[in-house]
DNA sequence: GTTAAAATTGAACAAATGTTCAAAGCGTGT
DNA sequence: ACACGCTTTGAACATTTGTTCAATTTTAAC
């Protein structure tokens, strides 16, 4: 009846997806998506609608990664807590050069976008709202565990969590000189925070 | 003998300043930035070289406001850590709707930017280790002072400061309800970090 | 008043931008 | 074989991009 599709989706937006991680949303001109995923113009307009729609579905993409991770943390290690120090610390000391960027491409496209693509920051902080709802998710569930203190508040827990990340995140990509040994900072950071 | 100059040099780069930080370098055009500081395209390329140019005369502008800044809050406070304080307090929640951005601008370029334009980031860099450097000698002077124990690295103490600074104000960009109450969290900050 | 030097103008450029669309390709049901 | 309908193509479009430069304007010294 009709053409079968040439490309697969996920796949595809895995490559727009580190496109636009590494180089930003403005960075990234539509003939370097084209090159990058080999679409023509005709078959990415069909499918994404236009540059900000392949940028919100490559949004979803990544913090669908994210999540993964997550959950791949928390079937990894015993407890909660491990499970959110093991996260924390993929996150910062894993991309030495496998990822496209350092930073987070939420962050960064909360840091680049204005309110001329108010949709697409809309989007990434929904997401990174997403992203620390879990993380206060695991926390209530430490203290279910009687891991953690019942007086904390999980809430307070991840909003500390995410200040971190996204600390230490930026400076690490503000001073790649691999001096900084971070993962006795994410321990530390650990027992300051949340004892 | 010759024409006077027009423009003051530092007020047009007030205005260039204002415009980067808030649209970022790939966001602002050259036609955008002709008409904020109102400077037609051949003074402008016969002033500051190129939109790189400009950009980085920019970043200069910017760090320097930010030191005068500190020394600022040094004069209007009666030790070092009261003017550390008091800086972080003026960065973060002073900045409701005056500053083009909620966050630094030296840490967008640092996350915008890639080694495409290699001499932006590498200056973002530097003068990020200005203020980290600056603020590590108010803390060494916190420890003439006897505010601060010997035994700590201000080294290390600018470090975390420069972590948190950042942490913070990407948390508040992506989080622009004012629903956190910021000047608790730097109190508690001070109190866990530097004792 | 003339001249020389510097600053400013703005039209113009080539290249790159995001996007469109008529044509062609291809698989499926008849 | 045929035709229907979805997918893909890539040339082409109107804008916008960063930048240049010859012409003009303005100043001050002689």
Redesign the interface.
Known sequence: MSKTMRYDRQDVLKKATDLYW???F??TSMRNLQDVIDMRPGSIYATFGSKEGLYKESLQHYAEQGMARLTACSEATSSPLAALKMFMKTLISGNCAAAPSD?CM???T?????E?NAELLCE??RL??MMENAFAALFAQAQSCGELDEAKDPAALA?YM???????R??L???NDGK?KVDKLIDELFE??LV
């Open positions: 590494q180089k930003g403005h960075g930073m939420l962050v960064k909360v840091s680049e976008l204005t001329e990434a902080k990174l709202h909003r995410q200040v971190q990340i996204m600390g230490l930026t400076y990509r503000a001073n900084v300051k925070g």
